[in-house]
């Protein structure tokens, strides 16, 4: 039987969540700065480039980043809560049923 999360707890999720909007907040304006970096290098590094190239490259960079940092900052709230260790992890019971 699973334990009992401490998500379920409503000033805990309050707070676990609160943290990861922050953490979403501060890594936007991380991806922000990079893209606005990454636009600039490639403005002044390429002669003719089509605007759907700076379009792109922006969306890409954007995207991938706030992904990448969305799962993370669920990482850490899973983590972070104890939400993972109220997770039944066994197989103890699929070994009996091999056994019989």
Known sequence: MPG????EDPENAAFAWARYRRIMRFMFAI???VVIIAMTIIYNGADE???HFFI???L???FSMLLMSAL???VFLSSGTGHD???DNSL???DEDKRD
């Open 92 to 94: 103890d019971s699929l």
């Open 85 to 87: 260790e109220a997770v």
């Open 60 to 62: 890409g960079i954007g």
């Open 72 to 74: 993370m900052g669920l």
């Open 56 to 58: 792109a490259t922006a």
């Open 31 to 33: 991806t922000l700065g």
């Open 49 to 51: 480039v089509s605007p």
């Open 4 to 7: 009992r999360s401490p998500l």
